[in-house]
């Protein structure tokens, strides 16, 4: 394939989930993000340009964090999330403020993709090796008579908090290594050693055996996803607007899931045995904190990742 894959990084909710960028807090003594650790494990695995999805409302602040610094050392373009970027016909609900969700926020990148990419959530750590195997997979596998896209999973245990609930996509995987089926489970949580999940507000509980993997939004897709995401965007917004106009989102996953279920796509999963790392909550700062350092300890990463 001529080109070559790129990173983009789904970060238009960063303002409302940290209450400003400001707040946004280093992860090491030198004062590293978690994004810096994704954008430098994706350059070093051969990455080379890095699409941010961001809000217009949250440009300015990000740049000066972390924009600027990036472009000293990867090709970075921007894409604008708003939640007026609808449909012809279509107009925001009166009182609706949150966004479209993730499917909405790779559509917005339309306009500046034509080829493999990557993407990520802006606030996780993903691990090296998640990067490594999804780079090579863009950069060495094309569409033929179905969609070829890729997705890495983690075990589910690698991804759980001791302070609350997580959601988290399940994954079935088949024989030969691809998807089968994932379904959103909303509200994980840990109990004991064992990890269940609740879809009736916590009256009855279902176990998630040790082998569950998940996924973390890090997929890989060719260019035929976004006339996919377009073409099913129309139908979700007639679905959905007239019952949960305030609130319906239109997930990633979903639409691949039903790309699955037609026959029109195959997803090669690929396995991490990476830990996840995520501040999904204020307590979950310092088991990321202390992994990051101890990473660094052991030499898998510089001191400071990026020279000034």
């Known amino acids: 394939m ?15 989930r940290y209450g400003g960028l400001k707040q946004i807090d280093p992860v090491d003594r030198e004062g590293d993000l978690i994004i810096d650790f994704s954008i430098f494990d994706a350059v070093e695995a051969g990455f080379e340009k890095v699409v941010f999805i961001i809000k217009k409302s949250i ?7 972390i924009g600027n610094r990036m472009e000293k050392h990867v090709q970075v373009e921007y894409v604008y999330q708003e ?3 609808l449909p012809d016909g279509f107009e ?9 969700g993730t499917g909405h926020a790779i559509l917005c990148c339309s306009e500046v993709i034509d080829g493999p990419f990557a993407v990520i959530n802006a606030d996780d750590y993903y691990g ?19 969609y070829q896209y890729a997705m890495v999973a983690y075990h589910l245990y690698n991804t759980l908090t001791e302070n609350g609930h997580v959601a988290r996509g399940v994954c079935t995987v088949d024989a030969d290594g691809h998807l089968a089926d994932i379904h959103e489970r909303t509200r994980i949580e840990k109990h004991g050693d064992q990890a269940e999940y609740t879809e009736d507000d916590g009256a009855t509980w279902e176990q998630l055996g040790e ?17 996919e995401l377009k073409a099913r965007f129309v139908p979700f ?17 979903f ?54």
Not at 8 to 14: E, H, L, N, R, T
Not at 92 to 100: L, S, T, Y
Not at 128 to 146: N, T
Not at 211 to 227: P, Y
Request: hydrophobic share 35%; proline share 4%; charged share 35%.
């Open 237 to 253: 917004l007639e679905k959905n607007l007239s019952v949960n106009p305030l609130k319906c989102e239109y997930f990633l996953p």
């Open 59 to 65: 440009e300015k602040e990000f740049k000066e964090h």
């Open 83 to 85: 939640n007026d970027r």
């Open 128 to 146: 090296k090796s998640a990067f490594k195997a999804i780079y090579d997979r863009l950069a060495s596998c094309g569409d033929d008579d179905k």
């Open 211 to 227: 082998d569950t993997l998940v996924s973390m939004n890090l997929w890989g897709f060719t260019s035929s996803i976004l006339k």
């Open 255 to 308: 639409v691949v899931d039903e790309l699955l279920k037609e026959g029109k796509a195959e997803v090669t999963v690929l396995k991490s045995v990476d830990r996840w790392y995520g501040v999904t909550y204020k307590e979950d700062k310092k088991m990321v904190t202390d992994a990051i350092q101890g990473m660094k300890d052991g030499g898998l990463y510089p001191k400071k990742l990026w020279e000034e």
């Open 92 to 100: 925001v609900p009166e009182g609706r403020v949150k966004p479209w």
């Open 2 to 16: 001529s080109q070559k894959p790129v990173l983009v990084i789904m970060a238009a909710g960063m303002g409302s």
